[in-house]
């Protein structure tokens, strides 16, 4: 007696897993790359904003009092998705003055 196996089909099973994907809060655009600011594009230069002429905004908002910046920046001609969650900086006290000798 042969058993004809059904193929067996894929099926998605979702886990976890999945939230830990990032993704924009906002288009739910899944973000490759993510980083805590203190402005946007700044330290200017650096690897994470990509290039002026290669970058733009998608989206902007606002989520658990964190503003965050989405953008599409160009890599080797592929977009990646970045979010910048920029977090202004904390009051430093007198502290580091008194250090100073
Ligand atoms: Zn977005």
Redesign the pocket.
Known sequence: MKSKAKPTRPVEIVTDETQHVPR?P??R?PIAVQATVERFNEPYKWEFWGRPSERWI??QGNQGGHNYV?FVTLVNGAASHRLAWVVAPRKTPYEQMELMP
């Open positions: 924009c906002q288009c655009e998608k989206c989405h």
